[in-house]
């Protein structure tokens, strides 16, 4: 398993375009109903807002994008809603995962599965299979992901291997166990909708990631937003826990340990 540089123990390489976009994609209730529409609307044409990142993410040279789709705790909302969203995945994944294909993207889903039928199982294995050796942009959907769930399932799985390392072990030994242990961590965090929370989304890998928020609804986000997102991003000083002029010094130099 190859190492990958952690936030809290080097300073990892600041690029102008982020390397890794995380994105809770809020506000398609909203959308709708601004609209007299039913909130579900909002989410299906969240889809379309999501086809545009993409390929936003794909023309910018993005590498990962992993974004927020259906959060352990959305479980909670009425049932239709959540009726309408698995048969949503459905579709969109059976819709997508050639597009996919034929554009390099290579498509990953986190997040605990055990709770969805066999059919929305069977689809999301479909395309991941599908799009498994693409090497272009990783895009990454959270489903019935959350940021605590990760961690407890990180160190389980880290202990079932390795039961010796119980009272031991480090953020090294973990980070191999936790769902995107193949990614640097995410560069820039958005959040659409409003709102200024994490709401469970990737706790630990959010630890240094510049974070930005805006008022617009995700149904309404589009690759001018993203570029408006990028753009904060870029004028952002990325410090890690050192100071203004220490991280002056080393611009330039890569990474470099701590
Ligand atoms: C985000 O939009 C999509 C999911 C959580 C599945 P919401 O459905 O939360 O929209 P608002 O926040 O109610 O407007
Ligand atoms: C977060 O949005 C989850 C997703 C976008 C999938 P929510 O709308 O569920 O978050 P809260 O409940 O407002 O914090
Ligand atoms: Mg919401």
């Given amino acids: 398993m190859t190492k990958l540089p952690s936030s809290t123990r080097t300073i990892p390489e600041v690029a102008k375009v982020p390397r890794h976009i995380a994105i809770i994609m809020d506000g398609n209730g909203r959308w709708a109903k601004q609209r007299f529409m039913p909130r579900v609307m909002g989410h299906q044409r969240g889809v379309e807002s999501l086809r545009e990142v993409v390929k936003g993410c794909r023309e910018l040279g993005v590498e990962y994008l992993t974004v927020f789709a259906f959060s352990s705790e959305n479980w909670r909302r009425p049932a239709d809603e959540v009726t309408f969203l698995m048969s949503l995945f459905v579709k969109a994944l059976e819709r997508e995962a050639r597009r996919l294909q034929r554009e390099n993207v290579r498509l990953q ?97 959010l630890a240094y990631t510049e974070l930005y928020f805006t008022d617009t609804l995700w149904p309404a986000f589009n690759r001018a937003e993203l570029d408006k997102a990028i753009a904060s991003y870029q004028t952002r000083e990325r410090r890690f826990g050192r100071t203004s002029e220490q991280v002056q010094e080393i611009t330039g130099k890569g990474v470099a340990d701590a």
Wanted: glycine share 6%.
């Fill in 109 to 205: 889903i986190i997040g605990d599965r055990s709770r969805f039928d066999d059919k929305l199982r069977q689809c999301m294995l479909d395309a991941e299979q599908l799009t498994a050796a693409n090497t272009g942009l990783t895009f990454t959907v959270a489903a019935n992901y959350g940021g605590r769930w990760d961690v407890m399932h990180a160190v389980q799985a880290m202990l079932r291997e390795h039961p010796a390392l119980a009272s031991t072990f480090t953020e090294e030994d973990l980070q191999p166990y936790l769902s995107m242990s193949d990614a640097p961590e995410p560069d820039l965090f958005i959040r659409t909708g409003g709102e200024q929370r994490i709401s469970n989304f990737m706790l630990w890998q």
